[in-house]
């Protein structure tokens, strides 16, 4: 490929091309940011999730990590009616009073505000008076109306339907049993309902969540059938231990030459559990971690099978994790598939990783579909 190179020389430009590779990645990256499917919105390729603030963060620590991650360039954040997590009428809310307390000292015109209305439940502490909470249009106004008081904000520039009205499986739950399947609110309606209060300036766009093909197709179906606004995002969980439920088919219905879906993918560290931090039980502070706090929570990151899989990839050796710097925050960077096409995954580091497979830059090679 080189001629009139030899093979001393041919190693030598190798191994400065490997040096060279590793001194960009340990630069500190820029984020990078991408237009939200068929919205206006502009947004950072990290969103600031907010579900365990004034649960097991104070209202000072969150205001701490909302003002530091805006000065590293986030420019959305997430909330949900229904947070902190664990749901419970006594904190039900506090996440939005904590953000809303917050925005009060920012622009707002430079913060992009993402929140979720609930979907079918029988939490009827969400409501005034229901027996049961439904995404029709008196549910959805309540809901939205309450956000915004509790926001301190006038307009949510992005509302997710946070799970079905309809029955799906959900929450670790990987079959659909038909026997479950009951009457649900017409995918017009909950569009309709939605019009209303994107024509009253209260919601700019839309999105749904815990979303399925099914959904997401009877959603811009009726949208277009009946000249409704579309969705322009979907919030599911996406990490190594969920990957199915997205690749398998919501990656060919959100592409972009498709229904041009945006992906803002939850849940990318599988609750903590791909960090390692679960694997100690003997660690100093693992009374703390929400898997620990809560048990049950989120079991199906923490199942036997789950810890299994964490513990043989964590103990070969960086052999699927890489951690570096990267805008002065601790992420994890999951390199999932095999740099050389074998099952040999990382060798002791990354300049090694790069001088055996060639590859460019030791970041997520399995990463979410991101959608522009």
Same mark, same amino acid.
């Given at each position: 490929? +080189?001629?009139?190179?030899?093979?001393?020389?041919?190693? %030598?430009?190798? !191994? !400065?091309?490997? %040096?060279? !590779?590793?001194?960009?990645?340990?630069? *500190?990256?820029?984020?990078?940011?991408?237009?939200l499917g068929d919205?206006?919105?502009?947004? $950072?390729?990290?969103?600031? /999730?907010?579900? #365990? +603030?004034?649960? @097991? $963060?104070?209202?000072k620590e969150s205001h701490d990590m909302f003002s530091y991650s805006f000065d590293q360039g986030i420019n959305i954040l997430? #909330?949900?009616?229904?947070? *902190?997590?664990?749901p419970k009428q006594e904190?039900? /809310?506090? #996440?939005?009073?904590?953000? /809303? !307390?917050?925005?009060?000292?920012?622009?707002?015109?430079?913060?992009i505000l993402a929140t979720k209305v609930s979907g079918y439940s029988d939490r009827t502490f969400l409501r005034d008076n229901a027996e049961m909470v439904r995404v029709d249009a008196p549910n959805i106004k309540e809901s939205v109306e309450k956000s915004l008081s509790r926001l301190s904000t006038d307009y949510i520039d992005l509302l997710h339907i946070h799970w079905p009205d309809r029955y799906v499986a959900l929450y670790g739950e990987f079959s659909y049993d038909s026997t479950k399947w009951r009457p649900s609110v017409p995918f017009e309606d909950q569009l309709k309902a939605l019009q209303e209060l994107i024509d009253e300036g209260k919601v700019r766009y839309i999105g749904v969540s815990n979303? #399925?093909?099914y959904g997401v197709m009877r959603f811009v179906q009726a949208a277009k059938l009946h000249g409704l606004p579309k969705i322009v995002s979907i919030q599911n969980g996406y990490s190594l231990l969920v990957r199915c439920s997205f690749e398998v088919d919501l990656a060919e219905v959100c592409h972009p030459n498709n229904c041009n879906i945006g992906l803002l993918a939850y849940s990318p560290m599988g609750s903590g559990v791909l960090t390692g931090k679960y694997l100690d039980d003997n660690s100093g502070n693992s009374e703390s +971690? %929400?898997?620990?706090? +809560?048990? /049950?929570?989120? @079991?199906r990151y923490n199942a036997p099978l789950a810890k299994v899989y964490i513990h043989t990839r964590w103990n070969t050796t960086t052999k699927y994790i890489v951690i570096q710097n990267y805008l002065q925050v601790i992420l994890i960077y999951l390199c999932f598939?095999?740099?050389?096409?074998?099952? @040999?995954?990382i060798p002791q580091g990354c300049e090694e990783a790069w001088a055996n497979s060639g590859?460019?830059? *030791? %970041?997520l090679r399995a990463r979410p579909p991101v959608h522009s």
């Open positions: 490929a +080189f001629p009139g190179l030899s093979a001393q020389q041919l190693r %030598r430009w190798h !191994r !400065r091309r490997v %040096r060279s !590779r590793v001194r960009s990645a340990q630069e *500190p990256a820029k984020l990078q940011y991408k237009k919205s206006d919105l502009l947004i $950072s390729e990290i969103t600031l /999730g907010t579900m #365990t +603030f004034g649960e @097991q $963060s104070t209202e997430d #909330t949900a009616e229904i947070y *902190p997590i664990q904190t039900q /809310g506090r #996440t939005d009073l904590y953000v /809303g !307390r917050w925005m009060k000292s920012k622009p707002r015109d430079k913060v979303e #399925t093909s +971690f %929400r898997l620990n706090l +809560f048990p /049950g929570y989120m @079991q598939v095999p740099l050389t096409g074998s099952d @040999q995954g590859a460019a830059c *030791p %970041r």
